[in-house]
């Protein structure tokens, strides 16, 4: 069965003026089933603040019951200060680590109480990663940029050796070219972010898994104003037969605004509290 990691972005209380900075101002909508939630995102070249909401159900003034966007946690990203902020914002918390994210060391590891599994890559290659992208050729104006229609097909099979199992993902989607990393964000690719952490059981051990990457035509990098990603995958049950899994996720861009941003929105809150762990939800 899939397991779909959802990236936590954030949202920050308006302020007192000051200088602002040119970037965008992005809404994007999600559905997945019965479930829908929407991010705000802020950028400038620097710095980028993503809002979480989700759909919460609260008595209207008169009495009924009405779905409203309540917005929960967000995440400040500065490169400027080497450092991203995770902020939950019923309780006035936030966490802090440091922006790009690097692997801990050994010392680290330890002082956490944890190791890093022993493990050796494979000789030869254990997955294979195809990536089909065809451009449809078909074009639409959306939000006063010219957006291309791209269909991305990816594979996971599992070849001699690997511990996965097949999944394969359409994304169907309208892209414009912006760029939405910022000033220092690694170029990232499925290639340098690919990890596999299937734990065998009783060994306490990670296998690792040496994936083999096969790209069919140019890889979409725009930004995507609307997608539709369908995912298949099965996998094995202790009786022998197979389950299989559709996910179906819809995305959507309602608000794209490209101006100057206000500075504040990328700061902790005054009154904010610096905890090591976020509580959990209240």
Same mark, same amino acid.
């Given at each position: 069965?899939?397991?779909?990691?959802?990236?936590?972005?954030?949202?920050?209380?308006?302020?007192?003026?000051?200088?602002?900075s040119t970037g965008t101002k992005t809404a994007i909508r999600r559905v997945s089933g019965r479930h829908s939630s929407e991010q705000v995102i802020y950028r400038t070249a620097d710095k980028r603040?993503?809002?979480?909401?989700?759909?919460?159900?609260?008595?209207g003034s008169d009495g009924s019951?009405?779905?409203?966007? #309540?917005?929960?946690?967000?995440?400040?990203?500065r490169c400027d200060l080497g450092e991203s902020f995770v902020l939950k914002l019923k309780t006035a918390e936030y966490t802090s680590a440091p922006y790009p994210l690097k692997p801990s060391s050994p010392e680290e590891l330890a002082a956490r109480g944890t190791t890093k599994p022993e493990a050796t890559e494979p000789d030869?290659? *254990?997955?294979?990663?195809?990536?089909?992208?065809?451009?449809t050729g078909e074009r639409r104006e959306m939000f006063g940029h010219t957006a291309r229609r791209t269909i991305t097909t990816t594979k996971q099979t599992p070849l001699e050796g690997s511990q996965q199992q097949f999944?394969? *993902?359409?994304?169907?989607?309208w892209y414009i070219d912006m760029n939405q990393e910022l000033s220092c964000d690694q170029t990232s690719s499925v290639k340098r972010s690919y990890v596999m952490s299937?734990?065998?059981?009783?060994?306490?051990?990670?296998?690792? #898994?040496?994936? #083999?990457?096969?790209?069919?035509g140019p890889?979409?990098?725009?930004?995507?104003?609307?997608?539709?990603r369908i995912s298949r995958g099965s996998h094995g049950l202790p009786?022998?037969?197979?389950?299989?899994?559709?996910?179906?996720i819809e995305s959507e861009v309602t608000l794209f605004e490209e101006g100057l941003q206000d500075p504040n929105l990328f700061e902790v809150p005054e009154g904010f509290q610096h905890v090591a762990l976020l509580s959990g939800n209240q």
């Open positions: 069965m899939y397991r779909f990691l959802a990236w936590v972005l954030l949202l920050s209380l308006p302020s007192t003026q000051s200088p602002q603040r993503t809002e979480f909401r989700n759909f919460v159900q609260q008595k019951m009405e779905w409203v966007l #309540e917005p929960e946690m967000a995440i400040i990203e030869r290659p *254990t997955l294979q990663i195809e990536t089909t992208t065809v451009d999944q394969e *993902t359409i994304t169907d989607g299937a734990a065998v059981l009783g060994s306490g051990k990670v296998p690792r #898994e040496k994936p #083999e990457f096969v790209d069919i890889r979409e990098t725009g930004l995507a104003l609307k997608q539709v009786d022998g037969t197979r389950s299989h899994s559709r996910v179906v």
